[in-house]
């Protein structure tokens, strides 16, 4: 399975294997649904703190998934056609 640009940086600030707090897996670009999907994968343990902190940490399946070169970006734009105009012109008032 591919890494989406997300799940990578929120791996990458993993890597190093020690728990970490969620609130610093690249904060403001990773979520909630992020985040449940990659525990579902299995390349993130999550557990919660008896303060509340929710902490998360990388797996040997995520280290692996984060060793996979990322896809190569498209380089062809596709071109569009230019449509054709629907309107006549308005004939001359005078």
Not at 23 to 31: F, S, T
Request: glycine letters at 8%; hydrophobic letters at 35%; aromatic letters at 4%.
């Amino acid at each position: 399975m591919n890494l989406t640009t997300r799940e990578r940086k929120a791996l990458e600030s993993l890597r190093f294997g020690d728990w970490e707090s969620e609130a610093m897996l690249n904060p403001g670009q990773v979520g909630e649904g992020t985040i449940a999907k990659m525990q579902m994968v299995g390349w993130i343990e999550r557990r919660v703190q008896p303060s509340g902190i929710k902490q998360a940490r990388i797996t040997e399946a995520g280290k692996e998934a984060l060793n996979t070169p990322p896809l190569p970006k498209p380089t062809a734009k596709i071109k569009l056609k230019t449509l054709q105009p629907r309107l006549k012109p308005l004939p001359p008032r005078f």
